[in-house]
């Protein structure tokens, strides 16, 4: 295997050019047509998505005007991410508040216009899904950070009638109960 000559001073002949560059003729062909079947693909998934006007003609070659249509949104998601990023690198207080957005996608803006109208009919089909913490900060609402934990255990036996025990718990009682069945057996007999 020889060695690579770098250096004019190593070059044996003059005819030997570095600089010039093949390319592969059929690579490059393969490679633009692959390019063109991504972007199409990629226009056909948003105008699915309903990203991009669908009256626009679907011709395999994409106008000027689609591919500006393709990069507008980007360019504009761009901007709000690097402004978002920014504030998050300077720790900007406005990310302490916890309503405060970053920045709003389209489909937000659709979404808060189409649930402003759906309002009306679907308050009673809708109901926000209660979960543990939801439970916990309505009791810390009600009665205040000092509440005690009995107090929320009577409040969960009254509203549920009756406690799940533990394991240990009914072993307890089941002893108690045992041993006052026998004291009891015990005082009738008159053994002791």
């Known amino acids: 295997m020889g060695r690579l000559k770098l250096f004019e001073e190593d ?5 030997d050019d570095l600089s010039k560059i093949e390319i592969n003729s059929e690579f490059a062909k393969r490679y633009e047509h692959n390019k063109k079947r991504e972007e199409l693909q990629r226009y ?6 309903g990203r991009v006007d669908s009256s626009s ?5 994409s106008s000027s ?23 998050v690198k300077n720790q900007d207080p406005i990310l ?6 970053l920045f709003n996608s389209d489909s937000d803006n659709e ?7 759906d309002e009306k009919g679907n308050k009673e089909k809708k109901k926000k899904p209660m979960y543990l913490k939801d439970v916990v900060s309505k009791h810390l609402i009600e009665a205040g950070p000092e509440f005690d934990d009995q107090a929320m255990e009577n409040e969960d036996n009254d509203e549920m009638g009756n ?14 109960e045992f041993l006052k069945a026998v004291e009891e057996e015990d005082k009738e007999e008159g053994i002791f």
């Open 44 to 49: 056909e998934e948003l105008k699915k998505q």
């Open 111 to 117: 979404d808060a216009s189409n649930n402003a109208s």
């Open 11 to 15: 070059r044996d002949t003059p005819g």
């Open 163 to 176: 406690k799940v025990k533990s394991y240990s718990e009914e072993q307890e009682e089941l002893r108690r």
């Open 65 to 87: 005007e689609e591919d500006e249509e393709l990069i507008k949104p980007s360019k504009r998601t761009d901007v709000e991410f690097f402004d978002a990023l920014i504030k």
């Open 96 to 101: 302490r508040n916890k309503d405060a957005k």
């Open 57 to 61: 003609s679907d011709s395999e070659g």
